[in-house]
């Protein structure tokens, strides 16, 4: 028969009594096998349980070093995630009942149970706190579940209704103060009405990435060999035309340069995902150098790798936050005044990843970011 083998760490200074414990536990035709540690003093338990890992503690609440409930209270804080059942020789109801509201298991009296009933205690305490433990990491998922629903719909209604307002309103003079509006208000006009459904656009195309991400679609990627500089050269054109029309509006300007190692490079990568992964990076470095200066945008590659490097002057990223930078919709806290979802990072990072590739962030507030991806040159 296959047998467990549970560890029990029985903290008891009186000698007389654990080697009773033993006897009794020998005795049991369980189909369990035990291993029990003895200590007799608290420290020596916490000593212990920093040593070697247990299944279930049995603890006597009278000790050299610790008396009482203070006995219970300080080993569940040491570990919360450990049945413990109380065998001692108080024979105290009050003390009995609060010990169980301080999270002991069980709370047995030497001499009134029998060793069975010792036993049973502690293989139920061990089932129970496994139990607990699920049900308390349930509840942590669904309260972070709760929170994304609420960052989302937050997120939504406020980046959604801004870029609609602006649609609304131009369409509105358009229409009310056609005849007075000169061509260039007008082109202007169209401009902003366009560049709103643009920012709607990529809303709803990062809400539909995210969709296939969290339901595990992308991981069945698309690769084809492609020359990765002119790609990335005509991508960089395609985000100078967009800063040259905005050009007039910032009050600061970008400065985007582009600089590759190596002018012809083939690869076998999935060209969506690049995309997804150079846009966001790049439009982020721009978004976030609000006081303008230069996005450097540099290619590397040797003979297994490529690496992306995306360097701007900008904001920064408070060091607390780097780390749920790739949770989704989670922005940072120096964002204020800076529309965005907080989809863009996580959308790189699984795009980076499902290509078996790394993405790391380097940081200084108020003086810029740098997000380095290194991908394989060939991904199968
Ligand atoms: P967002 O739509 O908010 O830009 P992302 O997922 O692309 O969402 O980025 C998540 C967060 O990471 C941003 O809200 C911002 O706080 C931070 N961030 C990303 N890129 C940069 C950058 N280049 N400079 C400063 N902060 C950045």
Redesign the pocket.
Known sequence: MNRELIRILLVEDNLGDAELFQDILDMIPESQTWNVTHVMRLTEALVELERDPVQVILLDLSLPDSQGLQTLVTLREQAPTLPIVVLTALNDEQLAITAVREGAQDYLVKGLVSGGTIARSMFYAIERKKNEIAMQSCLEQERQLREIKSRFISMLSHELRNPLTTILASADLMENLAEELSDQKKREMNRKIKESAGRMNKILNDLVALWHQESLELTSFNPCWFDLPPFCQKLVAEFQIQLDHQCSQRANSIDLIFVSQVKTYPVYLDLNLIEQILT?LIS??I??SPKGGPVKFELTADFKQVIFQIQ?S????PASERDR?FTSF???SN?KGIS???????IVKNAVEVQGGTIQVN?EMEKG?T?TVTLPYEVF
């Open positions: 966001n982020n470095a978004k976030y701007d900008g904001i920064g990223i930078l989670y922005r940072a964002t965005g979802t907080g989809l863009g990072l996580s940081s970011s997000f």
